[in-house]
């Protein structure tokens, strides 16, 4: 007799139950005493970590901005050059920000793949094709001409894009 | 009004091309995602959102069938259908039953808010974003995505839902429902009722909110 209501109603359960599970992050243990180890440069695990996702996030903001202006109307320059200078600046020294033990396994959260240090050099290759487009970026940007900085733009983006597929946890 | 045809239209021609049209996006735009064809997303992603749009007109201005007031009176009958339902003998719905409203307006709220998320989301590099982004912060465009994100998950399991409910009716209730939604005729003779509601729709209305959802996509996308 209830055969039928129950039919409809299980699979929506399991749907359900299924999808709060893929929402549950298992491995963080924020008392890990591996966060607060001390690393060669003075910081602890977790400030670094912290430290570079603050950089990250700014050139995210940055690169908004740009993309913002790109699309726009009537782009404006001076908000493009802004945004275009700082990208360099802030990625200054990114190849150091990945020390050894500063992976997903020191219990903070970060969307850093463990094979970033398996990979190392190819990592740092990485690093420095997106530093040298980023300041490409910024010397077309400071020319003025909106069609070549789109260019240069999307070239950047596309080193962003080469190392996320790569080393960052898909979200 | 003495002849009656012998097959009668229960689903207009708009619902079924805006019906199919949302069976072949969702796939595409969750492949076009997945693939980071971003381009190709945007632009499907608006056509889905015009379907939207205009389906919601529609469930204002158009057919009997394709409108919420009456689907939203249908769901008083809910637990006498859900009797039938259990006893086995639904019988043939004139337009959504009951049950399947419930269902349509769960797809439709969940659409909605896939669009809309959409047009404000912004990718973690800050390249890729909906037309309407421009509007937020990065840190706000990033929360829409992330809504975006878990929302499809509500999308494909109401999806799952739809199609494992035409199944069980299909095979348990011997009921065949996937042909209407295709020619958007059954037999007259499968309604009990003496009397069914006009279901004709209205071609100037169908064409104004055809037109005015092109218009709003338009706008958005420039
Ligand atoms: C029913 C319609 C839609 C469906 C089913 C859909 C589906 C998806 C899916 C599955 C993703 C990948 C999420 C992830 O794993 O990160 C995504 C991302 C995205 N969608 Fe849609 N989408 C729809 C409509 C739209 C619309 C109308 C727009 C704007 C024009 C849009 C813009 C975006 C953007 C910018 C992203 C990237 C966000 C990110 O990287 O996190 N989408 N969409």
Known sequence: MRRCKSKIIVPLLASLALLSACGQNTETDMDSQLAAVELPNGMTVKEQIEARQGHLKKIGKAFKSISDQLKADSPDLARIQAAAALVPKEAEGMADWFPEGTGSESGVKTDALPVIWKNKSDFNDKVLAMQEAAAGLDTVAQSGDVATIATAFQATGGKCKDCHDKYREDD | MTTEPARILVWDGAVRLVHWLMVALVPLLWWTAEQGYMDWHKRL??????????????????????????????????????????????????????????????????????????????????????????????????????????????????????????????????????????????????????????????????????????????????
Request: proline letters at 3%; hydrophobic letters at 50%.
């Open chain 2, 45 to 222: 992603g608006l056509t889905m959102f015009g379907l939207v749009l205009f389906r919601l007109l529609w469930g204002l201005f158009g057919s009997w069938t394709a409108r919420f007031a009456p689907m939203m009176r249908r769901i008083g009958s809910l637990s006498s259908y859900l009797g039938k339902l259990r006893r086995r003998e639904p019988g043939a719905t004139f337009g959504h039953s009951p049950l399947a409203v419930l269902s349509v307006f769960a797809l439709l709220i969940v659409l909605v808010a896939q669009v809309t998320t959409g047009l404000f989301s912004v990718d973690v590099d800050g390249l890729e974003s909906g037309p309407l982004a421009i509007m937020v912060s990065f840190e706000t465009g990033r929360q829409f995505a992330e809504v975006h994100e878990f929302n499809f998950n509500l999308l494909a399991a109401l999806i799952v839902l739809h199609i494992v409910a035409i199944a069980i009716y299909r095979f348990v209730l011997k009921e065949k429902l996937v042909g209407a939604m295709v020619t958007g005729r059954r037999s007259r003779s499968d309604f009990s009722e003496a009397h069914l509601p006009d279901n004709r729709p209205r071609k100037y209305t169908m064409m104004i909110a055809a037109l005015l959802s092109v218009a709003c996509v338009i706008v958005i996308s420039n």
